[in-house]
């Protein structure tokens, strides 16, 4: 009877702690930052490494200076030079002087700024080619070729389909409300048009989005990820739920060659055999987070190369993070309280090059990571094998070479943070949108996203970048085998460009 009672109890306190944590992931705080979820590490931020700060000094040391506060971006007090100005003069209504009627001269002016903006506009653009013959001969009739267009036939310019795709991939505004703004302005266009619109653009983009794939592809390390996607199923009415996985590259972290981009890939599922054969060619090293499907991936003879896993400390982190919010555990704030030390030293070290970041790692992370092995082996044998805190040690054992593979590269990152962050906006856009059409929409949706979210990346305008990129694809400009000078990070704008067949 006593054991029957334990049992019972037992089950109602891992039932009340899965309530705790539904109650928490519905009402609670998302962040994970040490500040909140630890009340002794206000100091800590786990959330963003560029904000954490420094560790406290010890007793009888001089404190240590305040860390530099980050420069503001915001325009207090003066708007960006490059913005066109439209000079609005007040003068009074008379310069005569009210005493002795002399003309006044000016001695000085008070200037002020105010930030305007023009909404969008819809204008016809009415292309005139007139035709020419010679009367005396009447040999012939001359008329300049009509331009090429994105869509022959279409009463629509290419900067008219750039908005309309830059506003949904960009912006993840979806096509049914575009189509209820352009009514707005006496516009009426269905949203069926504005979908092919949209494929078309992925047709004539399909090319560059080939080549940035394969631009991340041919570096040492890159990011994958995975998130679901879905898709109306053609003739049955019903949505199923299809994958995209994310491959990215961002070598800012320590000043490395590659510039910041990702790719989507749209799958019909997430087994190994999709990203088997996504990284057929590939070797290198992945970061990634512990799916099972990449693990498959790392085999001996493997005639593209060997592949490294280097797994994410930030996914190993949540799990503490998550627990420690509904346990309240002293177990679980110390394991939280170690991983916020990596955090801390990878701050300091964030935008240098690859062998400091490995000298400093070595000197400093490496005794933490030992810290935290030890504590993990000490634990695991005083827990019960079913209780969640026992799950997630076994799950840093199974993946610790992974884990602390960061401590040997200087150029891998602690964690695969950059790659999620790009999920977010598939997620916003999945959120705003429910599903894609069908599975061509989830390929144009891809090759769309990939492009302008890596736009956003090296930090151009998605409308501006687009807008230039088709027209120059469209009216021939640049050729295939000429695409990769309109890769975000090598584009320059229109202005800038030698015009072809001229010396730069």
């Given at each position: 009877m006593t054991f029957r009672v334990a049992e019972l109890e037992a089950e109602l306190e891992a039932k009340s702690r899965l309530l705790n944590?539904?109650?928490?992931?519905?009402?609670?705080?998302?962040?994970e930052k040490a500040r909140i979820v630890l009340d002794e590490q206000g100091c800590l931020d786990l959330g963003d490494l560029?904000?954490?700060?420094?560790?406290?000094?010890a007793a009888n040391d001089d404190p240590a200076p305040k860390a530099a506060n980050r420069k503001s971006r915001r325009n207090i007090g003066a708007l960006p030079k490059h913005l066109p100005r439209i000079i609005n003069v007040i003068e009074p209504d008379s310069t005569q002087c009210a005493c002795c009627q002399c003309a006044m001269h000016k001695i000085g002016e008070d200037v002020s700024e105010a930030l305007d903006i023009v909404p969008a506009i819809l204008r016809v653009i009415a292309t005139v080619r007139p035709k020419y013959a010679c009367r005396a001969c009447e040999g012939g009739i001359v008329q300049a070729p009509a331009p090429r267009r994105m869509i022959e036939g279409s009463m629509v310019t290419t900067s008219f389909i750039a908005w309309v795709v830059s506003q949904r991939f960009a912006w993840y505004l979806p096509v049914y409300r575009q189509a209820q703004m352009l009514s707005g302005h006496g516009l009426q266009i269905d949203r069926s048009t504005l979908s092919r619109m949209v494929k078309r653009a992925a047709w004539w983009l399909d090319g560059l989005f080939d080549r940035q794939l394969r631009f991340i592809h041919s570096h040492h390390r890159i990011y994958v990820d995975e998130t679901r996607m879905p898709v109306l199923e053609a003739g049955r009415g019903q949505v199923r739920i299809d994958q995209f996985w994310a491959h990215?590259?961002?070598?800012?972290?320590?000043?490395?060659?590659?510039?910041?981009?990702?790719?989507?890939?749209?799958a019909s599922s997430r087994s190994r055999l999709?990203?088997?054969?996504?990284?057929?060619?590939?070797?290198?090293?992945?970061?990634?987070?512990?799916?099972?499907?990449?693990?498959?991936l790392v085999m001996p003879g493997r005639e593209a190369g060997p592949i490294q896993l280097a797994f994410c400390l930030a996914h190993l982190r949540r799990r503490f993070v998550d627990l420690h919010k509904s346990t309240k555990s002293p177990l679980t704030e110390q394991f939280i309280a170690l991983f916020g030390q990596v955090y801390r030293i990878e701050a300091d070290i964030r935008g240098t090059s690859a062998e400091h970041r490995r000298s400093v790692r070595q000197e400093q992370s490496r005794p933490v990571m030992e810290e935290l092995k030890a504590l993990c082996d000490a634990t695991l044998p005083r827990l019960s094998a079913k209780s969640q805190l026992a799950e997630h040690i076994r799950y840093a054992h199974d993946h610790w070479h992974g884990l602390t593979l960061f401590l040997e590269d200087g150029r891998i990152d602690v964690d695969s943070n950059m790659i999620e962050r790009q999920m977010r906006p598939v997620a916003i856009g999945r959120r705003n949108s429910l599903f894609a059409g069908n599975e061509g929409g989830a390929r144009s949706w891809a090759v769309l996203a990939s492009l302008l979210q890596t736009a956003k990346l090296n930090g151009l305008d998605p409308f501006t970048w687009l807008d230039d990129v088709l027209t120059r694809i469209v009216s021939g400009e640049v050729k295939n085998n000429d695409l990769d000078q309109l890769l975000a990070w090598n584009w320059k704008p229109a202005a800038q460009t030698p015009q072809i067949g001229m010396a730069a």
């Open positions: 944590t539904y109650k928490a992931m519905l009402f609670g705080r998302r962040s560029s904000a954490i700060a420094p560790a406290p000094p990215g590259i961002d070598d800012r972290s320590w000043n490395g060659p590659a510039p910041p981009a990702v790719c989507y890939i749209y999709e990203i088997t054969k996504q990284l057929a060619s590939y070797k290198g090293v992945l970061q990634v987070d512990g799916y099972t499907a990449y693990k498959h």
